[in-house]
């Protein structure tokens, strides 16, 4: 059974508590923000999704003291495009208050990064305040991909739809997916290689796709690996949230987007 089978059953357990509870559901968050998929297409330097992570099935502890809003204030000064919020409690120890504290926090974007199977979880990260949710192309079926990626597009929620290898790629494109991270860290092995963005952003052929380059990302040189290989954006957790000086560590990965400004970037 691979981490991502695991948490996948503990999903489908909150799944059947949420069910019960959904007339409890907070209304709908309100705040308007904009989108990646317009933003990140638009900016001069690298697009930086900064993440809100306490621990991880990787890492275990990561940083279990941390203020969520206190975090995305950090993060928003610093020039992040946009949170992303680890909301899984079992594996990852987040909550979706995390979501709800960062946006009274914050305008910018948030990604709620959860394992998403089903819509009634899309409902609570849109009542939260999240703007994008993530599926795993990994942990669905293509038609509930095909169901939940139309369901949550229909309540105005952008899609990060996220892919580990070829197969996994083919049916993002399929999809048509505005978005579409690809995660460099094995889930079996938890490997990372960079490598892995470059080979599948080279299977996306329309100008228009977002791409962002999602986990292990530490240094100025592994932003201009990914950015090289065609990154719009980057997904970074561990080393923001281990960062000693957070705006040191921003302005090393903040590289100009084009690589005309090659010379400024290193
Ligand atoms: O981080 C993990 O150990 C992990 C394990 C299994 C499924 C997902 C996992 N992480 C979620 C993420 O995608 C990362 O938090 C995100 O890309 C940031 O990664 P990093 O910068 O390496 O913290």
Redo the contacts with the bound molecule.
Sequence with gaps: MT??DK?IAEKEKEVRTLKLETNKAAPAHQKSVVRIADSFRSTETMNIIA?I?RA????GS?NLEVNPAEQAKKYEACGAGAI?V?TDKT??KGSMDDVRNVREATDLPILC?D?FIDTVQIDQAKAAGASIILLIVAALTPEKLKELHQYATEQGLEVLC?VHNEDEMKQAVTLDAAII?I???D?KT?N?SLDTFGRLASMVTNPETVLIS?????TRSDVLHVRNSGAHGI???????QAEDLTEQFQALQIPLSKGDAANAR
């Design positions: 981490i991502l948490i993440e992570k991880s099935p990787s890492k990561i992303s680890l594996f990852f990064k394992f996220e991270g995660n460099n860290r889930l938890f990372v999602e986990s292990g990302i530490k997904l970074v957790g561990e080393t923001l949230m």
